[in-house]
C-alpha cells in the first residue's frame, strides 16, 4: 500500500482513499496496525475538529432513517457528514449485516456525505475496537460532523459518549413502559433525547412521550459548565423533517456554549488520555494472543482454573507475574 498517496488522499478529502485508510486501521494484522500508526500520526491535524454526535436508541426507533434525514439536512446546509454506523456481530461467526448504505440509500449517494459501517465484532456497548480511529481518520479528511450510529441501549453506550461531542438518544413516542426500560445511566449521559414518529396519529403521543422524558430529566442533577436547560428533550419526524433543524440548532448551541467555557476542550483532552490507556489495554492482550510461549502458559493455566486445581485469582496473579515479573509465587 503506498501509504503516502493514502496521506494525501486524507488531507485532500477524498472519500476513496478514507474507505482505503478505514480498511487498514480495522485490521488485525501486525504489519497493517503498523501502517495504521503511521497513518495516524501523519494525518492528525489539531485545526481540524469536527462536531462528533453520538446516536442511540432502542431497535426499530428509526435511528438510520433519523440518520439519513439529519444528514441530508446538514449536507443541504453545505456541510460534509461521515456516518460510522457500527453493525451488531454475530458472537457465534463474527459476521455482521452491514445494511446501513442500503437504508440510508439517498445520503450515501451525496457527494457531502460519506457511510461506512463497521462491524461490532462483539464489542460491549455496539462500538467497533476501531471507532475512535476513524472518527479521527473523518475529521483529518475534512468533514464537518461524525456521527456515530450504534447497535443500540446497553449498559456500555456510555463508551459512545467517551469518544464523542454530543451524545443523542433516540426513542418512540409511547414512553411509559419504555420509560422504565431505559436505564437511568443511558439518560445521564444524554444531552438530548430526541422522541422519533412525530408525525400524523403519533404527533400528539410523541408530544406527550417527550413530556414524560423531560420530566424525567428534571430529577437528574445538572452537569457542573452545561446550561441551565440541558439536557433537554424534543420531539422530531425522520419522515416529515420536523423538529431536525431545531435538534441540530440545539447541538450546536451546546458545542458552542462547552467552548466558550473550556469545557469542549477539556472533554477531547480527556477523551484522548482513554484512548491512550484503551490503546495500551488492546496492546497487552494482543501480546497475551500472539506471543507462543505466552499462550501456552495462559493455556495451561486454563486448564488448571477449568479443572478446579487452582483459583482464577490465584492464576491470574501467576500470569501477571510471568509477564511483569515479581514476586507472586508461580
Not at 476513524?134 to 464537518?144: T, Y
Not at 396519529?201 to 408530544?207: F, H, L, N, P, V
Not at 420536523?242 to 450546536?252: H, L, N, Q
Not at 492482550?285 to 477449568?306: C, I, N, Q, Y
Request: charged share 25%; glycine share 10%; aromatic share 4%.
Amino acid at each position: 500500500m503506498d501509504l503516502d498517496r493514502l496521506i494525501t488522499g486524507i488531507r485532500d478529502g477524498d472519500r476513496r482513499a478514507l474507505a482505503r485508510a478505514i480498511t487498514l486501521v480495522e485490521s488485525g494484522r501486525a504489519d497493517h496496525r503498523a501502517q495504521a500508526t503511521r497513518l495516524l500520526d501523519a494525518v492528525t491535524d489539531p485545526e481540524r475538529q469536527a462536531i462528533r454526535i453520538g446516536l442511540s436508541g432502542t431497535p426499530g426507533v428509526g435511528k438510520s432513517t433519523f440518520t439519513e434525514a439529519f444528514g441530508l439536512m446538514l449536507t443541504g446546509q453545505g456541510l460534509r457528514v461521515a456516518v460510522l454506523a457500527v453493525d451488531p456481530s454475530s458472537a457465534r461467526s463474527g459476521g455482521s449485516i452491514l445494511g446501513d448504505k442500503t437504508r440510508m440509500e439517498q445520503l450515501s449517494r451525496d457527494p457531502n456525505a460519506f457511510i461506512r459501517p463497521s462491524p461490532s465484532q462483539t464489542e460491549l456497548g455496539g462500538v467497533a475496537r476501531r471507532t475512535r480511529e476513524v472518527i479521527a481518520l473523518a475529521e483529518a479528511a475534512g468533514f464537518d460532523v461524525v456521527i456515530v450510529e450504534t447497535v443500540g441501549v446497553g449498559q456500555s453506550e456510555t463508551l459512545v459518549a467517551q469518544m464523542t461531542d454530543i451524545f443523542t438518544l433516540l426513542l418512540a413516542p409511547g414512553g411509559g413502559d419504555e420509560l422504565q426500560g431505559v436505564k437511568r445511566g443511558i439518560m445521564e449521559i444524554a444531552d438530548l433525547i430526541l422522541v422519533n414518529k412525530a408525525d400524523g396519529e403519533m404527533k400528539a403521543q410523541a408530544g406527550r412521550t417527550c413530556a414524560d422524558y423531560a420530566g424525567a430529566l428534571r430529577l437528574f442533577r445538572k452537569r457542573p459548565g452545561d446550561p441551565e436547560d440541558f439536557p433537554k428533550a424534543l420531539t422530531v419526524s425522520a419522515v416529515t423533517g420536523d423538529g431536525i433543524a431545531t435538534a441540530w440548532d440545539e447541538m450546536r448551541a451546546l458545542v458552542a456554549h462547552r467552548r466558550a467555557s473550556g469545557q469542549f476542550d477539556q472533554t477531547r483532552a480527556r477523551q484522548n488520555r482513554h484512548w491512550f490507556d484503551d490503546a495500551v489495554r488492546h496492546g497487552i492482550l494482543r501480546h497475551l494472543g500472539s506471543d507462543p510461549e505466552t499462550r501456552a502458559r495462559m493455556e495451561k493455566l486454563g486448564a488448571a482454573v477449568a479443572a478446579g486445581d487452582a483459583a482464577p485469582s490465584a492464576a491470574a496473579d501467576r500470569m501477571l507475574a510471568l509477564l511483569f515479573g515479581g514476586d507472586r509465587p508461580d
